[in-house]
């Protein structure tokens, strides 16, 4: 089993940046895939961002592709999204997720376990 707890969330302007990261405890953090997603107001959650265990495989929603990087560490147990010229639409709680099952579509892996979120506001 493992924690996840979300940090870096904030207020930014439109065209700014953030980076959140998601620290997890356990020691098999290395054997699972890592995700990101997010639930606006009024919407369902979505996905953002995943990477493989090993780190060397990334997938992202069309929506953020070129603009978000998700990354991770696995001697230190994190994961990170760097979020880059933020749209307002942008706005939501995000989520960090873990899995180890792979599935068909996209993201390619069913996640297991969440953090609490953290709220990204973009707005002017």
């Known amino acids: 089993q493992v924690q996840l707890v979300e940090s870096g969330g904030g207020l930014v302007l439109p065209g700014g940046s953030l980076r959140l990261s998601c620290a997890a405890s356990?020691?098999?953090?290395?054997?699972?895939?890592m995700g990101w997603f997010r639930q606006a107001p009024g919407k369902d959650r979505e996905f953002v961002a995943a990477i493989n265990s090993g780190g060397g495989s990334t997938y992202y929603a069309d929506s953020v592709r070129g603009r978000f990087t998700i990354s991770r560490d696995n001697a230190k147990n994190m994961v990170w999204l760097q979020m880059n010229s933020l749209k307002p639409e942008d706005t939501a709680v995000y989520y960090c997720?873990?899995?180890?099952?792979?599935?068909?579509?996209?993201?390619?892996?069913?996640?297991?376990?969440w953090g609490q979120g953290t709220q990204v506001t973009v707005s002017s």
């Open positions: 356990g020691r098999t953090f290395s054997r699972y895939a």
């Open positions: 997720a873990a899995g180890t099952t792979v599935v068909v579509g996209m993201p390619p892996y069913e996640f297991d376990y």
